[in-house]
């Protein structure tokens, strides 16, 4: 769903600028399930490799190192979900992280695969090496907390220097790094991005050194995040450094007002400490506040039903809740039934009857209200209806016209390869 929807998402860069960038230099490589292979190109490099679990990715520079020519199709083919909870995205961005860096031991690692480009090489290397940045990240904050605490810095230079040298090269980086994103991840959601992978991406990195294979665990794709500090378990590494600035900065700020143990140091040490502070602490709020309590997704909709024989309009719906607008008065815990057509893949409608649980109630303009409900037990056929609704037709229908019209083109000549 996440891939075509109107909305940003941290996905939206890669499919948006890297992937295009990628095909360019023809080093777009299989990944997931949208792709189409030829059986020749797979039976060219003996079948799909599966000596990493990224087989997808392992894969790929396998085929061009054989000459073979992959293509980005810049439409939507498949829909899928995307992890529910936290917990689940950060286990299948540690999964992709693991495994695709398990390349590098690998016959097929870009920098000594034989036939590869040099443009291949550099777009595969850029792809791998950016799981380094959590490792890069962490060790700055290390660094950080060191300075703060023993007064010795990493290296000096007068106000002149830095003004000259250090302040224009940042604004260059961000000003670039924001302008080769081109408008897809500001710097603000790349930031808390990072720190929010610097764990995971760090015990790759790590786990690249050992010799223990690697397993591949299916990502859960129903889950709760239920906020509070619990939620600091999931992200140990960015809680526990956030934990030592926090010491280190309050140490160094007493110091700085006469009444601390630190040795002297200058105060840009302890406003660069505050800035990444600040920005973890962020983070971290951001995560404490999110409340998820749907354990599916609620598909965005917009179909009449009756409550009560009354005609409501339904707004979103999933196979266990929906949500509704329609003037009534209802208190939470009553019990409704919501009676409703879903349009099925042939392009008839079946009626079927709903009982819910009045769980929220938000007050709209004028008497109206939506009112969010959690689905009881119905029948089984009931059930198959809002499947097939939810996960088929509404998707479909959510698609741009041109590909709801069939207009989607891979001719033999355009694709010459391998997907």
């Given amino acids: 769903m996440q891939h075509f929807c109107g909305s940003q998402h941290e996905q939206t860069l890669f499919y948006s600028v890297i992937a295009p960038g990628k095909d360019r230099v023809n080093s777009m490589f299989w ?29 790929t ?21 995307a992890p529910h909870d936290l917990a689940a995205f950060l286990l299948q961005r540690h999964r992709w992280a693991r495994d695709n860096l398990r390349v590098f031991r690998t016959p097929q690692n870009p920098l000594t695969c034989p036939r590869l480009t040099l443009a291949q090489r550099v777009s595969y290397l850029a792809s791998l090496l950016a799981y380094f940045s959590g490792l890069q990240r962490l060790l700055m904050l290390a660094v950080l907390v060191f300075t703060l605490l023993t007064g010795i810095l990493p290296l000096t230079a007068s106000p002149l220097a ?41 015990r790759a990195v790590v786990g690249l050194l050992g010799r223990g294979s690697s397993t591949c ?25 956030g934990g030592a600035l926090l010491v280190a900065a309050a140490l160094r700020a007493a110091t700085a007002l006469g009444v601390g143990p630190l040795p002297p140091l200058h105060g840009f040490a302890l406003a660069i400490g505050a800035w990444e502070l600040t920005w973890i602490v962020r983070t971290l709020a951001m995560l404490v506040r999110r409340h998820q309590l749907r354990a599916q997704y609620r598909f965005p909709v917009d179909l009449a039903g009756r409550v009560d024989d009354q005609v409501v309009r339904v707004v979103d719906l999933s196979p266990t809740g929906s949500a509704i607008e329609h003037i009534g008065h209802h208190s939470l815990g009553d019990t409704i039934h919501l009676s409703l057509g879903p349009p ?27 009112v969010g409900c ?18 088929i037709v509404e998707p479909v229908h959510s698609l741009p016209a041109e590909q709801k019209a069939g207009h989607t083109r891979m001719d033999r000549e355009d694709y010459p390869a391998a997907s």
């Fill in 31 to 59: 990944c997931g399930s949208a792709t189409v292979i030829r059986r020749d190109a797979l039976l060219a490099v003996g079948g799909v490799l599966t000596d990493t679990v990224a087989e997808d990715f392992h894969t």
């Fill in 374 to 391: 959690r689905l009881g037990a119905t029948t089984p056929a009931a059930v198959d209806r809002l499947v097939e609704y939810c996960y």
């Fill in 162 to 202: 830095l003004a000259q040298l250090w302040l224009p090269w940042t604004l260059c980086s961000v000003v670039t790094s924001v302008g080769l994103a081109r408008g897809t991840l500001g710097p603000t959601d790349s930031t808390q991005y990072g720190l929010m992978t610097m764990g995971i991406d760090t």
């Fill in 344 to 370: 099925a893949a042939d392009g008839r409608t079946h009626e079927v009857s709903l009982p819910g649980e009045v769980r929220s109630i938000v007050g709209l303009d004028g008497e109206q209200s939506r």
């Fill in 217 to 241: 665990k299916v990502t859960p794709k129903a889950g709760i995040d239920e906020g509070g500090a619990a939620v600091l378990r999931v992200v140990p590494l960015l809680t526990a450094t």
């Fill in 61 to 81: 520079i396998a085929m061009h190192a054989k000459g073979l020519r992959t293509r980005y199709h810049a439409e939507t083919l498949a829909q899928g979900l």
